[in-house]
């Protein structure tokens, strides 16, 4: 078995510390690429008192971060591991000190030691116990503290002489009792311990008579003083103990509450964009700090939101391993400082999605205590940008799909379409170069045919690219402020010019505002319209009427042919889709060109039936935006 | 007679096949070149009375091509454009070309527009005040308008728009040409203004509004006014 795929085992027990094996477990496996083993060795006195259900817990922390799981019976910890070090043909073990119980066992007799005298062929890594972080630094003594002592003491001692004067012996005790509580209690053991010390000193040179009488030779003095620092150190750690407890619930319930809220905002957020404008929203109003997304792309970072010189941070390649191996605990979740600011990967179910950069207000540090806190954002932050990432990728598979199809399609109807007029171009010529004595008016005709033809061909060519071109997104609309009247004037001018006079009653409103359009691209959904209605029609009446309503502008081509049937009323839009007692002429691409020329204004294109007989096309453009000022002097 | 000479510069075979006949059997006299260089060298030593330009040349921007030849001679220009060149078509016209003609183009439709570009040269020195057609009769001297005999009352910018408009001869002008000379530099970007004023001269003057026949919309250019076309 080659060394590079020998596993790595890492002895898991259910102490905390086997979060830090499992981490480092991981970590060395990446580095080494190698598989790697989560090993619990039941030595069977230990079961009763380790808590198997943590055990569970670290096994399945282990399975998430790709290890495989085992767990054996052995009568000693170094037995069990030795044999499945051999068994595994392991290259290393991880295992931590403190699976050793009892102090002994680290002078020489430690599993540790144990297993090298074993001899294994494996490289034993040993984590050392991780001091444990104070939660609480005890702040050093200020100047407020001390004054504060000295008042409480004052106030303590006169109130205690005042009784004392009064003869009441026994409420001496219970004033200092109360006043060194306090003192403990609001500001530290250590003046606890010094005003303890100071209230017998007091109670001694102030109020026993006869005073100054020397207090450490007297028993009872000395009793009393015990007693007080007792009692008070007493109650002090139970207020502390409650205060803390107090304290560590309201912060899960905020913890809580702001992962909940953030884990609703982003289930609602649409793309990453939003995404990140929400998670640094939240991370600001929870750890007052500014927050960027770093998502990889290309070579570099995209950051969100807003703009951020991503050029000044170090490279994908260089911060992802970093922060995903973790810098130093091993753990793929650990904010890692870069320069001023602190990252975390986004760690998604088998990928790092990109880096939470989170920099700390000013004079407000990021507290190592929220960071539990932060890891946990980060976490909804990844699973919400990988379920828009995976959301995409099936759109795209979709489109793909999508696209395929409508390729075979449109192969199908385009070799008819295109075949049938180049055959009729090819017929025509081929006989016209015939040595014949054909007639002057058959060689027109033919001639004449192949010009048709020809323009057909252009025609459905055109067609074709204009429609490919608005689909892809290639034809950008330029709308530009305009009359209508100058559309429909080019519209219809230009199809008579080509084709003589046409039977249209147009009908347009002087009050109409300008309209925001691409004049190219409607002139040529008015162009298809008339010529739609033209042929469904011929000769008859065709209608072409335009009317304001708020906010948009309608335009209706109205003819007096047979009309569409209700169920084909959408499908005529589709690409392709020709009504089955067309005639000839159209290739079913019209009607699809002027939907998408509507939808790229922003506006839709509807059919419907026309009373009296025939169908009405209704085109809704926008009133979007703010209409230019009119010309200065004008109207 | 001297006939015109014309320098056709068009990379496509079968369009130079079709152009060369055409213009030929039209008693024009006829060159024509493949490429940029080619066409360039030729205009030089012919000096020809109208280029027809290709855009899309192989070896050379058509537009670099339309600045080097606009650097020496003001003959007219005629781009042949293609369907995806809408931008390309208008930058030729403002950087001084005269006339553009869209692919696919028939023959009758070359031969109008080669006909207005020519007029323009050909006529360039005689100053006729009075321009008639279809109807309308505008004496630029006396600054007077007719229609079917019928005096037209017209507002300044009215009337300078329309003057900018005859200048051209039939030619396309652009958007921002006609914005340039009427409006002055203050003008330039103010499309809806030209089209405000443009839809106002239509009501004026043309039969029926919404089926313009002289005050004709190049969609994307500019306009055009055709005072042969028969406003019946």
């Known amino acids: 078995m080659e060394a590079t795929s020998r596993p790595i085992l890492v002895a898991l027990g259910s102490e905390a510390q086997s979060l830090r094996l499992i981490h480092a477990g991981f970590r060395l496996a990446r580095e080494r690429s190698a598989p790697w083993l989560g090993v619990y060795v039941d030595t069977g006195h230990g079961a009763a008192t380790e808590d198997a259900e943590q055990v569970q817990v670290w096994m399945q922390e282990a399975q998430r971060l790709g290890a495989e799981v085992q767990s054996v019976e052995a009568p000693t910890l170094a037995q069990g591991l030795a044999d499945l070090t051999r068994r595994t043909q392991a290259q290393a073990l991880v295992l931590g000190r403190s699976r050793d119980r009892w102090p002994w066992a680290r002078l020489g007799h430690s599993t540790a030691d144990e297993l090298l005298r074993r001899g294994l062929d494996a490289e034993i890594v040993i984590l050392e116990d991780r001091p444990p972080s104070s939660r609480h630094p005890s702040p050093g003594i200020r100047l407020s503290a001390m004054v504060g002592t000295f008042l409480v003491m004052t106030v303590c001692t006169g109130l205690a002489w005042l009784t004392h004067r009064g003869g009441n012996l026994s409420l001496v005790l219970p004033v200092y009792l109360l006043g060194v509580t306090f003192i403990g209690y609001q500001w530290g053991s250590a003046l606890g311990i010094l005003a303890s010390a100071l209230s017998v000193l007091l109670y001694n040179f102030l109020l026993e008579t006869p005073r100054f009488r020397q207090a450490a030779t007297h028993w009872p003095n000395l009793l009393f003083f015990l007693l007080m620092l007792l009692s008070t150190q007493l109650m002090i750690g139970l207020l502390r103990r409650l205060r803390d407890q107090a304290s560590e619930v309201r912060r899960r319930e905020l913890h809580t509450a702001s992962l909940y809220l953030l884990g609703r905002a982003l289930a609602r957020s649409l793309d990453p964009d939003e995404v990140a404008t929400t998670a640094a929203e939240h991370i600001r109003r929870v750890f007052k700090a500014q927050a960027w997304l770093l998502i990889p792309e290309g070579d570099g970072w995209a950051a969100r939101p807003g703009s951020l010189d991503v050029a000044a941070l170090p490279t994908p390649a260089e911060l992802l391993p970093r922060l995903v191996w973790g810098e130093q605990a091993g753990d793929p979740l650990e904010p890692v400082p870069v320069g001023d600011a602190i990252c975390l990967s986004l760690m998604g179910t088998n990928r790092s999605e990109g880096v939470l950069r989170i920099l700390p207000g000013v004079g407000e540090p990021l507290h190592p205590q929220t960071w539990e806190l932060l890891k946990a954002f980060a976490v909804q932050i990844a699973l919400a940008l990988e379920r828009l990432r995976w959301l995409e990728e099936a759109r795209k598979a979709q489109l793909e799909s999508e696209t395929e199809r409508m390729r075979s399609t449109l192969l199908g109807a385009i070799g008819h379409d295109l075949r049938t007029p180049l055959a009729a171009i090819h017929g025509a010529a081929g006989s016209l170069l015939l040595p014949s004595d054909m007639s002057d008016s058959t060689r027109r005709d033919l001639l004449t045919m192949i010009q048709e033809e020809s323009e057909r061909l252009a025609q459905l060519l055109g067609n074709l690219l204009d429609l490919t071109r608005l689909e892809s997104g290639a034809i950008q609309v330029q709308k530009e402020w305009q009359p209508l009247e100058e559309v429909v004037g080019s519209a219809l001018g230009g199809l008579e010019r080509r084709q003589g006079a046409l039977p249209v009653q147009v009908e347009l409103p002087e009050s109409l505002p300008l309209v925001p359009l691409d004049a190219a691209l409607i002139e040529q959904v008015l162009v298809n319209l008339l010529t739609n209605a033209q042929r469904h029609a011929p000769g008859r009446e065709i209608d072409l009427r335009a009317w304001e309503e708020p906010g948009w502008v309608h335009l209706e081509v109205a003819d007096r042919g047979p009309g569409i049937p209700a169920n084909l009323q959408e499908r005529i839009f589709d690409k392709f889709f020709r009504l089955p007692e067309a005639g000839e002429g159209g290739v079913g691409l019209g009607l699809a060109i002027c939907r998408a020329i509507a939808q790229a204004h922003g506006g839709r294109i509807q059919v419907q039936d026309r009373p009296g007989g025939g169908s009405s096309f209704r085109l809704a453009l926008p009133l979007d935006g703010t209409p230019p000022p009119p010309p200065e002097g004008a109207l | ?232």
Request: charge should be neutral; charged fraction near 25%; proline fraction near 5%.
């Open chain 2, 1 to 232: 007679m001297n006939q015109p000479l014309i320098l056709i510069i068009e990379d496509e075979e079968a369009l130079r096949r079709f152009l060369v006949p055409t213009l030929t059997s039209q008693r024009y006299q006829v060159l024509s070149a493949a490429t940029a260089s080619e066409g360039l060298a030729m205009a030089r030593s012919h000096n020809p009375d109208l280029v027809l330009l290709d855009l899309g040349l192989p070896d050379r921007d058509g537009m670099a091509v339309l600045q080097e030849l606009r650097s020496w001679s003001r003959k007219p220009v005629v781009i042949l454009s293609a369907r995806n060149q809408e931008r390309d078509k208008v930058r030729a016209l403002d950087q001084g070309a005269d006339d553009y003609l869209a692919k696919p183009f028939g023959a009758a439709e070359l031969l109008a527009r080669l006909r207005v570009a020519l007029r323009h040269t050909l006529q360039a020195d005689v100053e006729d005040p009075v321009v008639c057609g279809g109807g309308l009769r505008i004496d630029l001297g006396r600054r007077e308008v007719t229609l079917e005999g019928q005096a037209i009352k017209l507002t300044a910018l009215d009337y300078r728009l329309l003057e900018a408009l005859i200048r051209r001869n039939g030619k396309v002008a652009t958007h921002g040409q006609l914005l340039a000379e009427v409006w002055g530099p203050g003008g330039a970007g103010n499309t809806h203004y030209l089209r405000i004023y443009m839809a106002m001269l239509r009501r004026k003057l043309e039969a029926d509004p919404t089926r313009p026949k002289q005050f004709i919309t190049e969609p994307g250019v500019g306009y055009r006014l055709d005072l042969d076309a028969r406003g019946d």
